[in-house]
């Protein structure tokens, strides 16, 4: 059975509000999901934790704190894909994820094989 847009969006808003919550020990305020063909984007707003906010005041704070996020991207994404290649039911060949920090924000790109939603 194929899935509908609200279900992949509902799936994937839950994963990710819970999964960074989980392992950062705080979720984002407000997560948007966008799907175009065989695109999956979300938006997440309200993404720094208390430590991060702190670090961030300091000269070097941009970089420490960006450093770490992709660590954590990095130790994270073959769990992390296995969530939307399960969710969606194709696998992902390009996987793209930026942060703006000075808005306490990001967006994630994810490509498939296929598109999301299926006729």
Request: zero cysteines; aromatic letters at 10%; proline letters at 3%.
């Amino acid at each position: 059975m194929n899935k509908t847009r609200n279900t992949i969006e509902r799936e994937v808003s839950n994963f990710i509000g819970s999964y960074i919550k989980d392992t950062l020990g705080r979720g984002p305020r407000d997560t948007e999901i966008k799907i175009a063909d065989n695109v999956l984007i979300f938006f997440i707003k309200g993404i720094l934790t208390p430590m991060e906010k702190y670090i961030l005041k300091t000269p070097e704070g941009k970089s420490v704190v960006l450093k770490s996020r992709q660590l954590f991207v990095e130790s994270t994404n073959d769990e992390y894909m296995k969530f939307f290649e399960k969710t969606v039911g194709s696998k992902v060949l390009q996987n793209y994820e930026a942060w703006d920090l000075d808005n306490d924000s990001a967006i994630g790109v994810l490509v498939f094989e296929r598109k999301v939603l299926q006729s």
